[in-house]
């Protein structure tokens, strides 16, 4: 079962109201799964609050591809928009997940940018979530051979690497 939230834990991050009330949410979406997951926030860049999922049943309950981790970041960003405002979103990482993603989609992204150097036409990237299409924008944004962007419509939003 999930640890009680202790108010000294988060108060010593210098979170906001908004970001606290984000939190709250994150805490009770973790007692209502009823599993050993405890959220610790291991960082704030506004208007993303970083939460870490630990305990004994987090890497088994989000698999090893993200697709569940996903999901709980989605439904979590929504109940947040609608009780506490859309000043604040979470990205939500268990067991080092998001970095390593964050490793492949920038190996990805430069890859990719070599062949369409090379190439001189455009890649078209299988869809991604947000958060990793803001990946693959950033890596390439001090390119001068590529340009990025994004074009269609969510959940089938894809990134297009073009020469410039």
């Given at each position: 079962?999930?640890?009680?939230?202790n108010?000294?834990n988060?108060?010593?991050?210098n979170?906001?109201?908004t970001?606290?009330?984000?939190?709250d949410?994150?805490?009770?979406?973790?007692?209502?799964?009823?599993?050993?997951?405890?959220?610790?926030i291991?960082?704030?860049?506004p208007?993303?609050l970083?939460?870490n999922l630990?305990?004994?049943d987090?890497a088994e309950?989000?698999?090893r591809?993200?697709k569940r981790?996903d999901a709980l970041?989605?439904?979590?960003?929504l109940l947040i928009?609608?009780?506490?405002?859309?000043e604040v979103?979470?990205?939500?990482?268990?067991a080092g997940?998001r970095l390593r993603?964050t490793?492949?989609?920038?190996?990805?992204?430069?890859?990719y940018?070599a062949?369409?150097k090379?190439?001189?036409e455009?890649?078209e990237l299988?869809?991604?979530p947000?958060?990793?299409?803001r990946i693959?924008?950033?890596?390439?944004s001090?390119?001068?051979?590529?340009?990025?962007?994004?074009e269609?419509?969510?959940?089938?939003?894809k990134v297009?690497i073009a020469p410039?």
């Amino acid at each position: 079962m999930v640890e009680e939230h202790n108010p000294e834990n988060v108060d010593s991050h210098n979170i906001t109201d908004t970001e606290r009330g984000a939190f709250d949410i994150i805490i009770e979406m973790c007692q209502a799964m009823e599993l050993d997951i405890t959220p610790e926030i291991t960082g704030s860049n506004p208007p993303y609050l970083e939460i870490n999922l630990t305990g004994h049943d987090a890497a088994e309950a989000f698999g090893r591809f993200g697709k569940r981790l996903d999901a709980l970041q989605y439904l979590a960003n929504l109940l947040i928009l609608k009780r506490v405002g859309a000043e604040v979103r979470v990205v939500l990482d268990c067991a080092g997940y998001r970095l390593r993603r964050t490793q492949v989609l920038e190996n990805l992204a430069r890859e990719y940018a070599a062949q369409v150097k090379e190439r001189q036409e455009e890649c078209e990237l299988d869809p991604l979530p947000a958060h990793e299409r803001r990946i693959i924008h950033n890596t390439l944004s001090d390119d001068p051979y590529v340009t990025t962007y994004s074009e269609g419509v969510d959940p089938d939003r894809k990134v297009i690497i073009a020469p410039r």
